[in-house]
């Protein structure tokens, strides 16, 4: 592994760029003028988006990508249409290895005829990339300088005074909030988030103030390479068995973070967070709780949450966000306490905060037809689904939208089978707030099915639990029932990593046709 990222113009190569934190990195480069290459499987508006901006994306995973990146002796650039002959060269079939260890002979002076010099990109490759990836075993027989995604968010974050949130619930509101709250403020910051923003209109924007506001993912244990001037864990739960075999190993990979940031600021109502991590500067929903930053006289409305915050002991004022639940009004306890360090006063913190309409698939209002209201959410550990199903509670009750009593229909894909199995109770026990259940089969997030579980095993236990429960096992049976079942006054909360919300326009169709006058 390369020791250092090359900002300086080398070339960059995303393997899986359009995924969302690969994309968001790719976006940050090609803004500031590098060039920017790299290969996917599909299109997407993400991917298109790249594109406009000048990015060079191969429709396939292929050694023939890197055909491009040469240029000969004399100094002559390969022709503006290698990009496309190289993508049409991808498409027409697969480049064997002896072939890719030929151009790397040539790239290497060691081929005859007209010699040819390096202009080998850097290879960015997330988790999600298999060593077996052709794509990937062919960047390594260029010998071509191969990161992490991780890899290039730490050297940016060494780039600017960066914020780092970090924690296995809440991270990208708590980002997307702060980055947010900064732009209101005037100080122009780099954001680079897990999830869509409709304030800037993706996962990243490019700032020209001295400020980068990153999310800082646990998942694979990369989150130890992160050094930020300021940090913070907003929880620490084991979410990701698939890496981590303990709890006591995700702690450690926390407690790394922590001590590699400048200043740590951390929820205290967390018990691991305030006994094993020691933030410098801690927030709490609990005034007794002697955290730094607290709220009191709460009121959690079915449109908003109102508090009166308190630094130190002293009223602040009072604060009002459109984020629902306890959850999001200790993320915006988060961001209160940033904002303090940077020398915010709070009159701007709390306007900044009021304006905040939130990330996408964080409780998006998705649309409202026939009385039914559509929310989209990206819960996937038991936790988040709890908290989301209060907030999807406390909306449903007292909203204008739904005046009538109606009931709150949870519509549940869970996601990746080792967290469905090493949760599995927990997950059974996630639904007290959802007067209906709709679950499906797992979806799998590359990973192999051991036939240790199954999506029926998952909607029988949380029958068991009470519930009212209906298994589909197809997204187009989810799709049916939906069409057929929802009724006027629901909230339909559809939860979940995977591909479940890409039904929900075609179940929206159907109920906006009784919108329609005859």
């Not at 890197?66 to 249409?81: A, L, Y």
Request: charged residues 20%; hydrophobic residues 40%.
């Amino acid at each position: 592994m390369p020791s250092s990222v090359d900002f300086s113009g080398r070339p960059f190569h995303f393997i899986g760029i359009g995924g969302i934190g690969m994309s968001a990195l790719a976006y940050i480069l090609a803004k500031r003028k590098l060039p920017v290459y790299g290969s996917d499987i599909k299109s997407s508006h993400i991917t298109e988006r790249l594109q406009g901006m000048g990015a060079h994306i191969f429709w396939r995973q292929d050694a023939s990508n890197f055909e491009i990146f040469q240029t000969t002796v004399n100094g002559t650039s390969p022709d503006r249409g290698a990009p496309e002959k190289a993508a049409s060269s991808a498409v027409a079939g697969t480049v064997g290895t002896s072939v890719v260890r030929a151009a790397a002979m040539k790239l290497n002076g060691n081929g005859s005829g007209t010699q040819a010099v390096a202009r080998l990109p850097q290879v960015v490759c997330s988790t999600a990339i298999h060593p077996a990836n052709a794509e990937y075993r062919a960047a390594l027989d260029l010998g071509c300088p191969i990161f992490h995604r991780s890899d290039v968010l730490a050297a940016l974050i060494q780039d600017y005074q960066s914020v780092a949130v970090a924690g296995t619930h809440g991270k990208t509101t708590t980002s997307s909030l702060i980055g947010f709250m900064l732009m209101a403020a005037g100080l122009d910051p780099t954001i680079v988030v897990g999830g869509e923003v409709n304030a800037w209109e993706g996962n990243a924007r490019m700032g020209f103030g001295p400020y980068l506001v990153a999310e800082a993912d646990e998942s694979d244990g990369s989150l130890v390479k992160l050094v930020a001037k300021i940090g913070i864990v907003t929880n620490v739960e084991l979410d990701h068995p698939d890496h981590y075999d303990t709890l006591d190993q995700v702690i450690d990979t926390f407690k790394v973070f922590a001590e590699n940031c400048e200043i740590l600021v951390g929820c205290i109502d967390d018990e691991i967070v305030k006994d094993c991590l020691a933030p410098n500067v801690s927030y709490s929903l609990h005034p007794e709780s002697g955290a730094d930053y607290t709220a009191s006289g709460v009121e959690y409305g079915a449109q908003s949450t109102k508090a009166g915050i308190w630094e130190r002991g002293t009223l602040l004022g009072e604060m009002e966000l459109k984020l629902l639940g306890k959850h999001n009004l200790s993320n915006a306890l988060a961001a209160v306490a940033v904002g303090r360090l940077l020398g915010l006063e709070f009159s701007a913190i709390a306007k900044a905060i009021a304006g905040f309409e939130g990330a996408r698939r964080r409780f998006e209002v998705r649309g409202f037809h026939n009385e039914i209201l559509f929310v989209d959410d990206y819960a996937h550990h038991p936790s988040e689904i709890r908290v989301t199903l209060a907030a999807a509670r406390l909306r449903l009750e007292g909203s204008k939208e739904n005046p009538q009593s109606g009931r709150v229909v949870a519509i549940f894909q869970p996601h990746r089978y080792s967290r469905t199995l090493t949760f599995l109770p927990e997950f059974a026990q996630s639904f007290g707030d959802a007067d209906l259940v709709v679950t499906c089969d797992i979806y799998s997030a590359g990973e192999p099915n051991l036939g240790e579980i199954t999506g029926q095993q998952v909607a029988d236990l949380i029958a068991k639990e009470g519930r009212d429960v209906e298994f589909c096992p197809s997204l187009e049976s989810v799709t049916k029932f939906l069409t057929e079942n929802l009724q006027p006054g629901d909230l339909a909360l559809f939860l979940g990593a995977g591909n479940l919300n890409q039904i929900i326009p075609e179940v929206m169709a159907v109920y906006q046709q009784a919108d329609r006058p005859d």
